[in-house]
């Protein structure tokens, strides 16, 4: 058995799309492949990108990326701009970045995400972990994915283990074919997740779940999976996860800035939380549209990331299949893919990598993989077009417009705002934990003071919201709203809060806001009557919606 059992070819898994890098040029071709029934497997139907640059004339990202008008990388700017517009029309998303032959052509952020700002991944850090399985694979630590996971993690073994549980593979994890009673993914409203990390040992949690199925038969989506791979990563190369890709992948990428929490005792969370900056979520897409390479150094190998990217297994949920924690679609490219709209695109046959990162709700979180293939692909032509200024300019009209404040507008402040100044609002009894809050008004913003949790916050417990960066949630949130139609950045429990204000009614306030770099963004709804307040909270993601009723008390 090869290194990478599981690859290409294996028996246990159907054949998919190998990645072949072309030598001396930009192209990295998606390969037709023929899958275990004799099936070509589909690839782009478009042609090839343009190799007319030569590979070491393309600097490489590490301090900054090189950027590049589109039409000298072959892309459509009319189309590009048009992709921002449709992006800012339709909300939720906080940025797109294109890079076409290893250069950036669109790079734009939609107000009120500031530019140069790490983004919370959601599980596009699966897709990280998953790279450092391969490196660590590649350095001898790991002696490959057909290890059995309970011989790597033993003293997080359960008490009995069955023959099933016993034969579950690295591989397995790789592949979410576990064959455990996960539960943590949306489908179950991501209650596993919630119990594990509620649990004193996370690891030995899921490794104690109960086997439903046998390993490596089927795709079951599993949080605790990715957990695993990062205790591994912990067990085989003695520093955690996070430290393993400071030194063997981030450092040599140029990321020098990241956050990526840990477990209480110590593990990386290898399903999510890591952060980072869009630029860099674009190197990690260059690295594997450059089969690994980087500046002349092989970062993974060549052999691991086609056996990451391949149809691994088939999915059928967020798209066709899956590889090596890495999404792979049918048309002929993979995705790394986190909540609310995180996603590393990397599709070889038009030497793209594109980026989002946004706050979607469920419904919309597979927005970006539309607007991919309706714009961006749209936009790829397989040799470099003629200069075209008035495309150009509309796309950087656009991604200036994207990424501006409004012009502020009149602040009509109506006389209850008087009444109501500085008072505080006593809570009734209610089930959410809001206790009160006061509003207190300047001439062009409004501070807010809210004691109690809000919204999902108040299901997780507080050890659990420290893992992951919340601070001083006894404390009420204090945050400026701006008045004049523009956002105000505030920071309140280790978050940084952007939110605006206005009088939807002569007696109803209401307050936008979106947590910077993270999928959260809702409202607070005010409606005043006489001596009281009534309170709608709502979360745009979760959709959850809490109301309360207060009592003016001064």
């Avoid at 449709?86 to 734009?108: K, L, P, Q, W």
């Avoid at 089927?218 to 695993?228: I, M, T, V």
């Avoid at 893919?337 to 030497?351: L, M, T």
């Avoid at 509003?439 to 919204?455: N, V, Y």
């Amino acid at each position: 058995m090869g290194l990478w059992s599981g690859f290409v070819g294996c028996d246990r898994r159907p054949a998919g799309l190998g990645w072949v890098g072309v030598v001396g040029c930009l192209a990295v071709v998606a390969s037709a492949c023929t899958s275990s029934d004799g099936t070509e497997e589909p690839s782009l139907a478009a042609p090839p990108a343009s190799s007319a640059v030569e590979v070491e004339t393309v600097p490489w990202p590490t301090a900054s990326w090189p950027v590049s008008t589109p039409e000298e990388q072959g892309m459509d700017s009319g189309v590009l701009a048009e992709l921002v517009d449709r992006v800012v029309a339709e909300g939720g998303i906080d940025s797109v970045m294109v890079v076409r032959n290893g250069y950036a052509v669109v790079d734009a952020v939609v107000y009120p995400f500031p530019g140069d700002t790490a983004h919370n991944l959601q599980s596009c850090t699966k897709s990280v972990t998953g790279t450092l399985i391969g490196i660590a694979i590649d350095r001898g630590l790991l002696a490959g994915v057909e290890v059995p996971v309970l011989e790597i993690l033993p003293d997080a073994a359960p008490g009995t283990v069955d023959d099933s549980k016993a034969s579950m593979t690295v591989e397995d994890l790789l592949t979410m074919s576990t064959g455990l009673e996960c539960r943590d993914s949306y489908l179950y409203g991501n209650r596993g997740l919630g119990e594990m990390r509620a649990s004193d040992d996370w690891a030995a949690h899921v490794l104690a779940l109960p086997v439903s199925e046998e390993p490596g038969s089927r795709f079951e989506y599993c949080n605790g999976a990715s957990f695993l791979l990062s205790a591994i990563l912990s067990e085989v190369t003695g520093r955690s996860a996070s430290e393993f890709a400071r030194e063997t992948l981030f450092e040599p990428l140029g990321i020098t800035e990241f956050v990526w929490p840990a477990s209480p005792d110590g593990i990386t969370l290898g399903e999510s939380e890591l952060t980072l900056r869009p630029a860099d979520m674009a190197k990690i897409g260059l690295l594997y549209l450059r089969n690994g390479e980087w500046d002349g150094e092989q970062l993974a190998s060549q052999g691991w990331i086609e056996a990451a990217t391949a149809l691994q297994i088939r999915a059928g949920t967020v798209t066709e299949g899956y590889g090596y924690q890495w999404w792979v679609d049918d048309a002929g490219y993979a995705f790394a893919y986190g909540a609310g709209g995180q996603v590393i695109f990397v599709v070889p046959d038009r030497d793209l990598v594109v980026v989002f990162t946004s706050g979607l709700p469920p419904s919309r979180e597979l927005l970006p993989k539309r607007l991919l293939e309706q714009y961006v692909l749209e936009a790829a032509q397989s040799e470099p077009l003629p200069p075209d200024p008035d495309a150009q300019a509309r796309l950087t009209a656009a991604i200036s417009a994207a990424g501006s404040a409004p012009e502020p507008s009149a602040v009509d402040v109506p006389d209850v705002a008087d009444t109501i100044d500085d008072s505080r609002y006593q809570f009734r009894p209610n089930q959410f934990g809001h206790r009160w809050f006061t509003l207190t008004f300047d001439d062009d913003s409004a501070r807010l003071e809210f004691a109690g949790l809000l919204g999902e916050l108040g299901a997780v417990p507080p050890e659990v919201l420290a893992l992951l960066g919340y601070r001083d949630l006894d404390k009420p949130i204090e945050i400026e709203v701006g008045l004049d139609g523009r956002f105000v950045i505030d920071e309140a429990w280790g978050r940084q809060w952007a939110s605006r204000g206005t009088w939807v009614t002569e007696s109803t306030f209401l307050i936008e806001y979106h947590i910077i770099g993270q999928v959260q963004r809702g409202s607070f709804r005010i409606r005043f009557e006489d001596d009281l307040a009534h309170l709608s909270f709502r979360e745009e993601r979760s959709g959850v919606v809490q109301a309360s009723t207060a009592e003016r008390t001064d």
